[in-house]
């Protein structure tokens, strides 16, 4: 059984289980946007890095370095593109 | 052919190794592809027009099923390569074949959450936020069915060949694109289900 399912797998889905059902709590319970977007975001980047280092291996190899440079460039643009879009088109108008 | 055997399998040759570096960075364009439409939906979410806003529209129940189905079939891909990479192969063959009939059943799920909106009044071209909704999570399905093909070739490459430099090395980049697709799905989940709800 411990071959075919490795603890950190196990924790490692566990975990993600556990961070959705605490996502969910900001539709059980009345909050104001800002603690729920708050709640929302930081289980979305810890759920973000249990697949990338728990089941992607990122860092198990010799071109790891490139590879955090990969991602964390395209996650550069990525919110670049999200934040600049707000910008533009909603927040600037306010 | 030059073979580091201290390496799994999938990493083993030159040639394995740059295919799963090169993954990655179309994995990096992925990321922008999809923030790029997030973008678009933040943007849009609340022009509703005539038509019926995410609070009215979303429903909980088809999304926890979604959400866990993907989850678990992350977990079980992540499986797949664990045994792969200790050569047992009928282990390997069948948490692939759960991944697959769990991404079947998250597929499932979402197209009749998209005939429900249709039925409901509300198509692509219902408003603005209709409209990102549905290229956004769209985009998303449609990589799933991708998924759930590709999966399936490689299944059946593994059955006919075994683990060898060339299936392990497909089998590990699938599972890299598998992972990938579960964290745009909790992005989507957290984003645009829950908090069109909040």
């Not at chain 1, 728990?54 to 955090?68: A, D, P, R, V």
């Not at chain 2, 999938?10 to 999809?34: Q, T």
């Amino acid at each position: 059984m411990k071959k075919l399912f490795p603890v950190h797998h196990v924790m490692g889905y566990v975990f993600s289980l556990v961070l959705s059902v605490v996502a969910l709590s900001v539709i059980l319970w009345d909050m104001s946007l800002a603690v729920g977007m708050t709640i929302l975001i930081i289980c979305a980047a810890i759920q973000m890095g249990v697949q990338l280092f728990m089941f992607m291996h990122i860092g198990e190899t010799g071109t790891k370095t490139s590879l955090y440079t990969n991602i964390a460039y395209a996650l550069f643009v990525g919110l670049v593109t999200v934040f600049g879009t707000l910008f533009t088109m909603i927040w600037g108008y306010q | 052919m030059k073979l580091d055997n201290s390496l799994p399998l999938e990493y083993r040759s030159e040639e394995n190794s740059n295919r799963i570096f090169g993954f990655w960075l179309f994995l990096g364009a992925e990321i922008v592809l999809f923030s790029t439409l997030f973008a678009v939906y933040f943007t849009l979410w609340n022009r509703t027009g005539n038509g019926p806003t995410g609070k009215e529209l979303f429903e909980i129940g088809p999304v926890l099923i979604e959400t866990f189905v993907l989850l678990t079939s992350s977990f079980t891909i992540g499986l797949m390569i664990n045994s792969m990479r200790q050569g047992l192969q009928k282990a390997a063959m069948v948490f692939l074949f759960v991944t697959l009939v769990l991404g079947l059943i998250f597929l499932g799920v979402e197209i009749f959450e998209f005939v429900t909106y249709v039925n409901e009044g509300a198509t692509i071209s219902t408003s603005a936020f209709m409209s990102s909704l549905f290229v956004l999570l769209g985009t998303h399905g449609a990589h799933v069915t991708l998924g759930l093909l590709w999966g399936a070739g490689i299944m059946l490459q593994i059955k006919r060949e075994g683990f060898t430099l060339d299936t392990a090395n497909k089998s590990f980049i699938f599972s890299l694109y598998w992972h990938f697709l579960d964290v745009v799905w909790i992005f989507i989940f957290s984003f645009v289900y829950l908090k069109g709800m909040m």
